[in-house]
């Protein structure tokens, strides 16, 4: 006589939830929160030429993906403007040319001096 293991519905559902647990604990030890300061650049374009993606230098994160995500996407009118910004940031695995990707929350533009001159 073979016995047939089986898991209840309960047992499936602890082992379930154990497993987001520690896969969401993995996930937020991954992630920090900072502040960049630099100048917007272009990441990618569209078919027409026009920005879809921007990324910032940074002297301790290199270069660093802007996420479309949070306040992201208000940057893709700034390129080439200097700015502080701060959010969650996060290393990437995929091969997009980038390590890291950072979602912003808060920004600051710097002030340009085409802006100072007309003070």
Not at 13 to 37: D, H, M, N, R, W
Not at 64 to 88: C, Q
Request: aromatic share 8%; proline share 1%; glycine share 8%.
């Amino acid at each position: 006589m073979s016995h047939k293991a089986t898991l209840t519905p309960r047992a499936a559902a602890l082992l379930i939830g154990l497993a987001l647990l520690f896969a969401g604990a993995a996930t937020y030890a991954e992630e920090e929160q900072v502040t960049l300061s630099g100048y917007i650049d272009a990441a990618d374009y569209d078919d027409d030429g026009n920005v879809t993606a921007v990324s910032i230098y940074d002297s301790e994160w290199g270069d660093v993906l802007i996420s479309k995500e949070g306040k992201g996407k208000e940057l893709i009118k700034h390129v080439d403007a200097g700015v502080e910004l701060s959010g969650r940031i996060v290393e990437l695995d995929d091969e997009s040319g980038y390590s890291y990707e950072i979602t912003v929350s808060t920004f600051k533009l710097e002030e340009s001096e085409d802006d100072r001159v007309k003070m």
